[in-house]
């Protein structure tokens, strides 16, 4: 059975209305990304930093996946299929895909600022004095700006393992995460699905372009990779 590796990225999440944060202001609901989304903001203001992230939370529990993740169910049936998301959302496991590997963190999960360790479900407001069972203050769990990817190698492998490699809805300048197409192995198909084109930098490599966005262009590649 063939494997296919599919990296996602905000543009997928974005159709279902969760908003992305690379707008042309670099701002993120109206906060510079530094102030709460790193290790910086974090030691400076963390009311801040969990407030905004109890607004995402909430954002996210009132949201649905859209046609895309859904579609991308389908090709369990006939592949072997490993999803890699930078995206901290749970559309994914929410339309029914199995294994999903989380590369920033998970927003319904929050952590021991101290112990990475102890992570645990989280859906309602994180606050300050909400602690650990080793008494220090939880911080959610995503990985922030300046903060080392801990499944980085992991999501390394699924894509030196791939038969095929599926890239949707990512701008491909985030890195690490943008770095992973260079790891495939030679000249396997790589479907790029974005509405903007991302491919400058990749001449080197097998892309097969689909200029639409994930709600549009999944779908149509499923059904392509299924017949």
């Not at 202001?25 to 969990?50: F, Q, R, T, Y």
């Not at 930078?86 to 999903?100: K, M, P, Y």
């Amino acid at each position: 059975m063939k494997k296919i590796v599919i990296l996602t990225g905000a543009g997928i999440s974005a159709e279902s209305g969760i908003k992305t944060f690379r707008d042309a202001d670099g701002l993120w609901e109206g906060h510079d990304i530094m102030e709460v989304a790193s290790p910086i903001g974090w030691n400076k203001n963390k009311k801040l930093v969990l407030n905004f992230y109890n607004q995402r939370r909430k954002q996210l529990l009132k949201v649905k996946p859209n046609k895309a993740h859904k579609a991308l169910v389908l090709l369990e049936k006939y592949f072997e299929v490993q999803i890699i998301t930078q995206n901290v959302d749970d559309l994914h496991e929410r339309a029914g895909s199995s294994n999903i590997l989380h590369l920033h963190g998970e927003l319904l999960k929050v952590r021991s600022s101290k112990n990475k360790n102890l992570i645990y479900s989280w859906k309602k407001d994180l606050n300050i004095g909400n602690l650990c069972e080793e008494n220090t203050q939880l911080r959610p769990h995503i990985v922030w700006f300046g903060e080392a990817v801990p499944l980085l190698q992991n999501a390394i492998e699924m894509v030196k393992a791939a038969d095929i490699l599926i890239v949707i809805g990512t701008s491909m300048q985030v890195y690490p995460a943008a770095s992973l197409v260079h790891y495939t192995k030679p000249l396997i198909p790589i479907y790029f699905i974005n509405p903007n084109e991302v491919l400058n930098k990749y001449q080197n490599l097998n892309i097969i372009n689909i200029s639409k966005k994930a709600t549009f262009g999944v779908p149509k590649l499923v059904n392509q990779l299924i017949e």
